[in-house]
Structure formats: C-alpha cells, structure tokens
C-alpha cells in the first residue's frame, strides 16, 4: 500500500471533481428579461425567466425591485407568477430619475423565499426624457431578502450558464500542467549535475504530460472562448501567449529527437528544458497581465478571485487540481518505465 495510496487518492478526487463539477446543480437564477429599453415615466410589465427556479413552491409572495443604487430604489407594483420559470413583474417608472446622464441601467432583483433571491444586473436600461436632479422617486424599501431552501449549488454566472463547470477542467489541467514542468525542469538540472539517464528521461516524461495537459487546457479554452466569446479563437493574448508556450515546449521534443547520441540529447535537451521553462513565467504569468484582455484575471489571479470562485465551487475546484496533478504524475511514472525499459533492451542489443 505505500506506492498505491496516492493512486488511490488520484482516483478518488477525479471521479469526485467529475462527478460532482458535473451533477451539483447551479443556484436559481434570472435567465432574461424580455424588456431591456424603456422611458421614463412609463408603466412597464417585465416577464421574467428564472433559471432552476420553483416560483410556484414560494409559500410568501415573490417580491421584485429595480434598483441603481442606494438613491434609487423601485419596489414592483405587481409579481404575477405564470409557472415555476416565468414572472409577470410591473413597474410604475418616474418622470426623474435624479441622474445627470440621459440613460440610466437598472439591476432587476427577484426575492422567492423557496429559491431565495437573484439578481440581473443591467436588466433594464432607463432613458430619461429630460434630465433633472430633483428626485422624485416614492419611497420603497428592500430587507428580509431569502437564502433558499436549496442545498450545495453552484453561482449562475449570466454569461457562462452551465459552462461554469469547465472551471473544475480547464483551470485545473493548466495548474497540473505548471507543477508537471516545475518538476521536468529540476529532473533537468539534475541530469546537468548527474548526467543520470533516468533524470533526462523523467525530465523528457514530465514535459511530455505538462504538454498533453497544456494542450488540453487548449481545446477546453477554445469550447469556453467559443460560448463566452462567440468564436473558439479570438487572438487574446492569453490565448497567443499559452499556443506559444506549448509550441516552445513541442520544439524541445523536436530538439531531442534530432540527436542520436543519448548523452548529448541529454545535455542539450536539459539546457532548452531549463530555456523553456524560463520563458514560461513572462508568457504566462507577466505579459497576459499587462495588456487588456478578454480572459478573466487580467488584472490578478483568474478563478481565485471572490467574483470568480465562491466556497461551493472550491470544494470541487481545489481537489480537481490536485487530482489532475497526480493523474498526470502517474501517467509519467508509467512512461518513465517504459523508456528505462526500452534503452535497457536497446544496450542488450547492442
């Protein structure tokens, strides 16, 4: 059992980030509104689409507000509720909204004490047919909002739906991949110090699997770029800098076949391991965040942030990255014998 325990543990964490990225459902949430334009002074009536919602189980009557902020609060005039998904919310607009600007969005909010509350931020953009600081606005209040009855759920997120789950993937295939190359590169040092051929080949295995990894981290980005974005390609720089870095580490796979001779494929391919690896921190870690990009965490760490990951999602999340981590490890170990195999039989040969 002692080289078995953390197969076991890399089995037990895959099956559970699977199936729990999977199967947990997402929190209710506001789908869309069929309304997003309106003007002042109107009466207007919103049909609401919840998503995973139970607006027919709410034992106390869903309430609704418009809100900008904390100078403007609109309570709805009526909540009709059509069926589990569907609201009919009316709102008695004002003439002013005490805004200097002609248009002013409003975040929708729906209470339900069954799915508790949701928002919709920018549901409804306002435009003033004449500006006017005076505030004429009635009086409404908003307190007592519900938590729900629902049990461990994932954040609707608008712009990602159910593509949410890929984070417990993508995210975590290029965590494995970071730790897999951390580990070819000191393999390669090794091999410098040594000229061990076991370290050279660990260190060729190690960054053949962060490649494998990276590569997937690839194609679960394009799947994701293409329903948040609109295309599986989009030129972002974090898109360009992470197919650079795989091609660079490709290319020292190229660089290692090109040599016949075993000690000097490993030298040289320890020095380019060691070349790859260093460039990887800038295209990876420095230059994405000094240009705009679509790419959540251009400005920090992306899914670490409390927009990004709530606890739920880090019970899945963390446990999916070091089961990838030990997947990938194993995967290595595993061709690691393979190769010392394969050269024992080729020195018996010769």
Request: net charge positive; proline share 4%; aromatic share 12%.
């Amino acid at each position: 059992m002692k080289g078995i325990w953390w197969k076991l543990l890399c089995i037990g964490l895959m099956v559970y980030a699977l199936l729990a990225g999977m199967l947990v459902p997402l929190s209710p949430a506001i789908y869309y509104t069929d309304i997003s334009r309106a003007n002042s002074g109107e009466q207007v009536e919103i049909l609401v689409t919840g998503y995973n919602t139970s607006y027919t189980k709410a034992k106390k009557p869903v309430r609704a507000w418009l809100k900008r902020d904390s100078t403007l609060l609109l309570c709805a005039t009526k909540v009709d509720v059509q069926d589990d998904q569907h609201l009919k919310v009316g709102f008695n607009l004002p003439v002013r909204l005490a805004e200097k600007e002609m248009t002013t969005n409003l975040t929708l909010i729906v209470d339900s004490d069954y799915d508790g509350y949701s928002v919709l931020p920018g549901a409804l953009s306002v435009k003033q047919l004449k500006v006017d600081t005076s505030l004429t606005v009635p009086p409404c209040q908003m307190s007592g909002l519900s938590e729900g009855e629902y049990g461990m759920t994932f954040p609707f997120r608008n712009i990602l739906e159910e593509t949410i789950r890929n984070l417990y993937y993508h995210v975590p295939l290029w965590f494995a991949m970071m730790l897999l190359l951390i580990v070819s590169v000191v393999y390669s040092i090794r091999h410098l110090k040594t000229g061990k051929i076991r370290d050279d080949v660990a260190a060729a295995e190690f960054a053949r699997i962060g490649v494998v990894f990276g590569i997937l981290g690839l194609l679960t980005g394009m799947v994701w770029a293409k329903h948040t974005w609109g295309a599986y390609w989009n030129w972002d720089i974090r898109q360009n800098t992470a197919a650079i870095q795989v091609l660079i580490y490709m290319a020292y796979f190229v660089l290692r076949g090109s040599f016949d001779d075993f000690e000097k494929r490993g030298r040289i391919g320890a020095v380019y391991n060691i070349f790859a690896f260093a460039t990887l921190i800038p295209l990876m870690f420095v230059i994405p965040r000094l240009a705009s990009s679509l790419h959540p965490g251009s400005g920090g760490n992306p899914a670490f942030g409390s927009n990004d990951l709530d606890n739920t999602m880090r019970m899945v999340f963390y446990p999916a990255i070091i089961g990838f981590t030990l997947l990938g490890t194993w995967i290595a170990t595993l061709w690691i014998r393979v190769q010392l195999v394969w050269l024992k039989r080729l020195d018996a040969d010769n």
